[in-house]
């Protein structure tokens, strides 16, 4: 089984901000199938879909960005999931231009908090990534608040087309691997 963790933090109030760019996608993914997340096992919401011949659980951790790892690692043991091979982590990335995608077979947090909390959890960096783009076109004061903000008014009208590309990038991971999803969707 492969499991599609989107980081984020849970409530209505961080719903739409930037931060949860990661439940979106996921979300993305459950609708396409027609499948709810819903069910809350191991501090997370998860839900589970078929893509080509593999069953894949879709989670969104319920810890708040900071201790996703907490989450991610009960998954993980629950599951038999290797992170190594059947992980992917689907996370917002200030530093990449709104709307560009980055996937990789592993790598470090880059600053990311969400990102820290699964590499400790997990003991280990080597998991798949796809970062998403939320950087702003202009210097921001506060990285904080930028993140927790919501989507501008362009940048909403735009998520269902990020979205689905991002979604579609989970799907080439699962279906053909991560070397194949890097070079179709990182150009």
């Not at 501090?43 to 708040?64: C, D, H, N, S």
């Not at 231009?97 to 990789?104: D, H, N, Q, V």
Request: charged content about 20%; glycine content about 10%.
């Amino acid at each position: 089984m492969k499991c599609v963790v989107g980081l984020g933090n849970p409530g209505a109030t961080y719903a739409l901000t930037r931060h949860n760019i990661g439940f979106l996608v996921v979300d993305a993914l459950a609708e396409r199938a027609g499948r709810p997340i819903k069910l809350a096992e191991c501090e997370a919401l998860t839900g589970r879909i078929t893509l080509g011949t593999e069953v894949v659980l879709l989670a969104k951790p319920q810890t708040f960005m900071n201790a996703s790892g907490q989450a991610v690692a009960l998954l993980c043991a629950k599951y038999d999931c290797n992170p190594q091979h059947d992980l992917l982590a689907v996370v917002d990335d200030v530093a990449l231009p709104f709307g560009r995608l980055r996937l990789r077979a592993k790598g470090s947090a880059g600053g990311h908090n969400g990102l820290k909390s699964l590499n400790a959890k997990l003991k280990t960096e080597h998991y798949a990534r796809l970062r998403v783009g939320i950087g702003p076109a202009h210097p921001v004061g506060n990285l904080a608040d930028f993140v927790l903000s919501r989507f501008s008014a362009a940048e909403q009208s735009e998520l269902p087309a990020l979205t689905a590309r991002a979604a579609d990038a989970v799907e080439a991971w699962v279906c053909h691997g991560i070397e194949l999803a890097m070079a179709r969707f990182n150009a």
